[in-house]
């Protein structure tokens, strides 16, 4: 008797992790064991155990694409940050059935395939797109402007794509703030302005934090708004890594520019989760 009880109490504590087993197997096998399988292979040349990134960063035609790839995610980010943070602001002050239908258009985009977005975008922004029709009806310029395949049309595809992202972060953050704050403020004197900035946004800083880096991680890692609004001229890692695996068949270099792009991802999480973490420990002991 004493037996059977022994053995229902552990399988009464094995019970929880026979539940995750499941989902555990499969996540290791469709996502641990190819990303470990990719890094193992960046550091698998011959020649050295950094043979791979030395030649990387030895080509200035990487570090430039690199660059560049930084350089518009964070452009990407910034304009999300912005445009999403007057988006959930005016969610999160809105009455309740206005809320939801606010939040219901702003995650609308996400519904819909991103090769769509993107084309659309190639639409707005082409030679007799809306912006260009608008401005020669306005007699601001004589003849289309040249708006795709640069820079600017893959930043503004991209801050399309993930402000949707970006206010889903900031809604939640700016609804827990408490009326008794503004109140207080404003019972002190302050100014709508003076309230915004010294209330307002040092409490919404978790939710930037969180919003920008998925905005920042997705804008780096994704290929296919990068291809149709910015094409060879705007290479970024993304359609390198495609470009190196698909065409050229440089496994080598492909396999290194992914780990580039996790190490960076990771690297990004953990320090804006520690900034994070700080503001958190440091307004609790406030």
Known sequence: MTSRV?????????????????????????????????LA??????????????????????RT???????????????????????????????????????ILSVFPLLTSVVVRSFSFMAILGRNGVVNTALMKLGLISEPMEMLFTQGAV??????????LM??????VLENIEDDLYLAAGSLGAAPVAVFFQVTLPLAVPGMIVGSVLVFTGSLATFVTPTLLGGE?????????????????????????AAIMMGTAIFCVVVLGTIAGRISARRAVH
Do not use: H
Request: no cysteine; proline share 4%; charged share 10%.
């Open 233 to 257: 001229p705007q290479m970024t890692l993304a359609t390198l890594l495609y470009q190196k695996a698909m065409i050229s068949f440089d496994w080598g270099v492909a396999n290194t520019i």
């Open 155 to 164: 930043i503004a595809g991209l801050a399309y794509l993930f402000t949707p």
């Open 41 to 62: 292979e960046s550091f698998s040349n011959p020649a050295g155990l950094f043979a791979n990134y030395r030649d990387f960063f030895a080509d200035s035609y990487n």
């Open 65 to 103: 694409v690199m660059i560049r790839s930084f350089r518009i995610a964070f452009l990407s980010t910034l304009t999300a940050l912005i445009l999403g943070f007057g988006g959930a602001y005016m969610i999160a002050n809105s009455s309740q059935g206005l809320k939801r239908v606010l939040l």
């Open 167 to 172: 206010i889903l972060s900031l809604v939640g």
């Open 6 to 38: 022994s053995l229902v109490q552990r399988l009464s504590a094995l019970g929880p992790w026979l539940l995750v087993l499941p989902a555990t197997a499969v996540l290791l096998f469709i996502l641990i064991i190819p990303v470990a399988g990719t």
